[in-house]
């Protein structure tokens, strides 16, 4: 070990200049994991489907000193997170992070699940997951490296009573997708990881905010007695970023109080 040795673990975390995109960018949490990731001085692209809403995602990272480009694309459309890649790769000229955050939850009980609500859960959360995967996947398998963190969940783990036949489903599907990308891509330098939060107040998670039953049901899960702060997704992304996590490839890092412990 030398001075050379210190100097790199010094900058373990940095993102200087790496260039993130961040789809659902302009969500509670996607917002926050985006402001959070350029304090670490990443360039951000901040990607969803309004652009109204993206622009103040924009100002949000600016605020914090941060660069930031908006860019329309729905995780859904192939064609269009193409255009996306494009869009990227015309302004940098490379991409070095992609991190899956955008996500829809519609919960019903199992028994009276409306099947359109359930694929549209799937969609959004697992077809919308894979094709930003799958586009910058090839990129990255181009440029020799690259780096995806996808968002998982709790629900990813273990079932839980207040109807979340699909969206547990999904985030399940997640996981899995997380580690077969990660053993796939290796041999091209490609990690692909997840972080699994615990439930946050965002607007995802009203309905159960407003129910106290419901909520009780959720703390009472929970050993830290309380629900995620966006701080604490913030930590874990930008750790599966960084080159600290340079070695880590196919986890699930759980951001859940302790909930999966026990
Ligand atoms: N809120 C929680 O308690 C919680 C807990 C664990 C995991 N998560 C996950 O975190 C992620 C963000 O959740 P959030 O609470 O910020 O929700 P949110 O609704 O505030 O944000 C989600 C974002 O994804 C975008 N999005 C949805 N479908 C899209 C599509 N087809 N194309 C592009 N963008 C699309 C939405 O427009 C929105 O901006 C989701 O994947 C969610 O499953 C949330």
Redesign the pocket.
């Known amino acids: 070990m030398d001075k050379k040795w210190d100097l790199k673990i010094k900058n373990l975390f940095s993102l200087k200049d790496k260039v993130v995109v961040v ?2 960018g ?5 917002e926050g994991v985006a402001r959070g990731l350029a304090n670490f001085g990443a360039r951000i692209v901040v ?4 652009a109204a ?1 993206l622009a103040k995602a924009v100002g949000q990272v600016r605020e914090a000193g941060g660069e930031a480009l908006a860019i329309v ?4 459309d192939e064609n269009s997170v193409q255009k996306l890649s494009e869009q990227v790769l015309a302004a940098y000229g490379r991409v070095d992070i992609l991190v899956n ?5 519609i919960r019903h009980p199992a028994e009276e699940f409306d099947i359109a609500d359930f694929r549209k859960v799937i969609d ?2 697992v077809t ?1 997951t894979f094709i930003p995967c799958k586009i910058f996947g090839a990129i990255f398998k181009q440029q020799g490296y690259g780096k995806i963190v996808n ?4 629900r990813a783990f273990a079932g839980h009573p207040g109807g979340y036949a699909a ?1 547990g489903t999904s ?1 399940g599907a997640i996981n899995l997708l997380t580690k077969q990308l990660a053993t796939e891509w290796a041999k091209y330098h490609i990690n692909v990881n997840a972080v699994a ?4 107040w ?4 009203q309905e159960v905010l407003e129910n106290e039953k419901l909520k009780k049901i959720f703390l009472d899960r929970i050993p830290f007695g309380r629900a ?1 702060l966006v701080e604490d997704m913030v930590g874990s992304t930008v750790y599966l970023c960084s080159a600290a996590a340079d070695f880590i490839t196919g986890q699930i890092v759980y951001v859940d109080g302790g909930c999966t412990a026990g």
Do not use: E, H
């Not at 990607?47 to 309004?50: H, K, N, P």
């Not at 955050?101 to 939850?105: K, N, P, R």
């Open positions: 789809t659902g302009a969500g509670s949490l996607g990607t969803g489907r309004t809403t694309a729905d995780v859904t955050v955008a996500g829809i939850a959004a959360n919308g968002t998982s969940s709790v969206y985030k939060p615990t439930i946050f965002t607007p995802l998670t995620a």
